[in-house]
């Protein structure tokens, strides 16, 4: 097996860092120290403490790396927050942090492509607010985001829920940090609009409702470039002075939702079922620009074909995974599983969790374990909450696999990820540890100090 290597590993994503730095220009006394300031500064280098983040090697029995078969007894090399190499013949540097995973198994933090969680609070009561976002309803003490490590989820797409017409904007964060700008991966990563009908709204009303913000958002942009265009022809006139500039601009409530129909920023658009699918396909007719992403429901597995050919990226809601279902004539009860369908049809999905639930749903174990009872392979299982939504997301340059350049956000497990009695060790973003079971708080209290209970501590 050889050895993939990265000769020159990228920054550590939220960082500043120049793009070019100008040279260091020192004073001439300055730049040849004497003997006995060298001296100083090499006592003082020998004496300093290594970062765990400048050089880390994980000595892993099996490494999914999401992009082939899985390796057998191999190192991945991490510097500055970036996998460096991967392979089985990589050589651990003296001066690695080493974390032990001989009998583990290392694949790549999973990524949420559209969650709830971490949110103070739930969806505006007002229906339309394309120009608020979550930034001020996330929440870094969220137990949601303790959890997340504990279940080695390292990225997420945090955005308002489906109880809405255009609720507002989302959040890529990672799930460590003591505030939201520590926490941020990426602001305004999509704006989230729903065709779910309200409680005493009808279907057709929501869909009249969505159609009319859009064409508001036409009509106003239109207004906007007949009235610049009056100015232009004013000023060539001289009826207005050269120097003046136009200062006309579309509202705040308006300009997010002309940013979605130009295409510069995504959708996320829930669709409960697959009687609004054809009202999918009409929004991608008529705002051809438009980047949705789809956000679905249960039953929308029943317009698999017409789905497929959108073409747009789907996400499914953890209730969309298993669900139980009613012969209308024989009362017979049957259990479901949307992903299959979907899988069958070669729609490629990501899956996300149900946060703030005792079930089992929660967990992403349980959700691709579903999935592969179901009949779909480990394969797709696994891509689903790793490099799928990190395509979703725009971000599987960075996410999503383990290959030199990447973000070293990984997982490390005590065993087959799908399996119930496997639990996260360790959890790595950027190459920092921020989750270790044998540290963690939670479960000391819940299991006694040494917190040596098996996986149903999840």
């Excluded at 990501?350 to 579903?370: C, D, H, K, L, N």
């Amino acid at each position: 097996m050889t050895t993939r290597q990265a000769p020159d590993p990228r920054p550590r994503r939220g960082a500043t860092h120049p793009s070019s730095p100008d040279p260091v220009r020192l004073h001439p006394m300055l730049r040849l120290p004497s003997p006995l300031v060298a001296a100083a500064l090499t006592c003082a280098l020998l004496s300093a403490p290594a970062s765990a983040q400048d050089l880390v090697a994980i000595r892993a029995g099996t490494v999914h790396t999401l992009t082939g078969e899985p390796l057998k007894d191999a190192v991945v090399l991490i510097e500055n927050g970036v996998i460096r190499a991967v392979g089985q013949d990589v050589e651990v540097p003296w001066n690695a942090r080493v974390i032990e995973a001989k009998d583990g198994v290392v694949m790549p933090a999973y990524v949420l492509a559209h969650t709830i969680g971490g949110l103070s609070g739930s969806n505006e009561n007002m229906e339309n607010v394309p120009f608020l976002t979550v930034q001020d309803a996330i929440d870094p003490s969220s137990e949601f985001f303790d959890e997340a490590l504990r279940n080695g989820i390292g990225t997420i797409h945090v955005i308002p829920g489906n109880r809405t017409l255009f609720g507002g904007q989302g959040m890529i964060v990672r799930p460590s940090g003591r505030t939201v700008e520590e926490m941020t991966v990426r602001e305004h990563s999509g704006l989230k609009l729903s065709l779910e009908a309200d409680r005493g709204t009808s279907r057709m009303a929501q869909i009249r409702k969505l159609r009319n913000v859009l064409k508001d958002a036409v009509d106003a942009k239109a207004e906007l470039d007949r009235k610049r265009a009056e100015f232009d022809k004013e000023k060539e006139a001289g009826a207005i002075p050269a120097d003046k500039e136009f200062d006309g601009k579309l509202d705040e409530q308006k300009q997010p939702i002309l940013d979605l129909i130009e295409g510069r920023l995504p959708g996320y658009l829930f669709v409960p079922s697959a009687a609004e699918v054809p009202e999918v396909e009409r929004l991608v007719r008529e705002y051809p620009d438009m980047k949705l992403v789809l956000v679905l429901g249960p039953t929308c597995h029943k317009a698999a074909d017409r789905i497929k050919a959108l073409g747009l990226p789907v996400v499914l809601e953890s209730n969309a995974l298993e669900y139980e279902e009613r012969d209308p004539e024989t009362g017979d009860v049957s259990v479901l599983c949307p992903a299959k369908v979907f899988a069958d049809a070669g729609i490629e999905f990501a899956i996300s969790v149900s946060p703030g639930t005792s079930s089992a749903e929660r967990f992403p174990w349980w959700q691709m374990a579903a999935m592969v009872r179901h009949g779909v392979d480990r394969a797709t299982a696994l891509r689903s909450l790793t490099t799928v939504p990190a395509k979703v997301l725009g971000l599987a340059a960075e996410f999503g696999t383990i290959e030199p350049g990447r973000v070293a956000c990984l997982q490390v497990l005590t065993g087959d990820p799908l399996a119930a009695t496997t639990w996260v060790e360790t959890t790595l973003i950027e190459g920092e540890v921020v989750y270790e079971r044998a540290k963690d708080a939670r479960l000391k209290l819940l299991f006694g100090a040494d917190g040596e209970t098996a996986g149903e501590a999840k």
